[in-house]
């Protein structure tokens, strides 16, 4: 089946620094990538949504330049949690699809970011 | 406000009988209904699929019924095995208008088969 490849898997930093995780599809070509965001024991939270080679689109109450999204080819996404804070510890998870209807996505295995 | 939902929050199981897990959805808009399977601190499986078109598909041990008038759709799995103790999430989504392809995920039913 798809695979989409996120890294890392587990971050841990200090407060204030900038964290980049990619999010990769390996085997297709992913025209639209998602960010979600999983608070324990909670479902999975959209974020964002971004096509290739456009700007990404932003779920209500997600700071866009807190979290910056790149999607700069089909296959490479990349989320940067800037001057991360404590607040921002969370598991954070990709996914990717193709652009055909009625095609599931795929999703990557998740970072957790834990934030000092 | 939930869009979809899982209202069962646990389900146990003896192995070799059936899991059913439900989801009801509110939006009449989402036309594509899909199941993942989650273990912790993994990203979501993606299991099995149906589209709006349909009111079942079956792939293996897996099947999913979809009742539009509803807005009802379970997954069955026959048999079940201890590895299937998972959480699994019910995703909707719609394939037009502002947002397609998004998807709206429950908030989840953790299934434990017994051994």
């Known amino acids: 089946g798809a695979v989409v490849s996120q890294h890392p898997s587990r971050v841990i930093c200090k407060s204030g620094t900038s964290v980049k995780i990619e999010c990769r599809s390996l085997?297709?070509?992913?025209?639209?990538m998602f960010w979600y965001r999983q608070f324990p024991k909670q479902s999975l939270m959209l974020m964002a949504t971004s096509n290739e080679g456009s700007k990404a689109t932003y779920e209500q109450g997600v700071e866009k330049d807190k979290f910056l999204i790149n999607h700069a080819s089909l296959t490479l996404s990349t989320l940067t949690v800037t001057s991360a804070h404590p607040e921002d510890s969370s598991f954070y998870i990709c996914?990717?699809?193709?652009?055909?209807?009625?095609?599931?996505?795929?999703f990557g295995d998740g970072t957790r970011l834990s934030i000092l | 406000d939930q869009q979809v939902k899982q209202n069962s929050p646990s389900l146990s199981v003896q192995e070799g009988r059936i899991s059913i897990l439900n989801c009801d959805y509110t939006n009449s808009m989402f036309d594509y209904f899909l199941w993942y399977k989650k273990y912790p601190a993994e990203g979501p499986t993606f299991l099995i699929s149906?589209?709006?078109?349909?009111d079942k598909n079956e792939d293996g041990r897996f099947t999913v019924f979809l009742n539009k008038s509803a807005k009802h759709l379970s997954l069955h799995i026959v048999p079940s095995q201890p590895g299937d103790s998972a959480v699994y999430f019910c995703a909707a989504s719609a394939n037009s208008g502002a947002g397609s392809y998004q998807l709206t995920f429950g908030k989840g039913t953790k299934l434990s088969v017994i051994p």
């Open positions: 149906i589209s709006s078109i349909k």
């Open positions: 996914s990717a699809r193709t652009g055909y209807s009625n095609q599931p996505q795929h």
């Open positions: 085997d297709f070509q992913a025209t639209t």
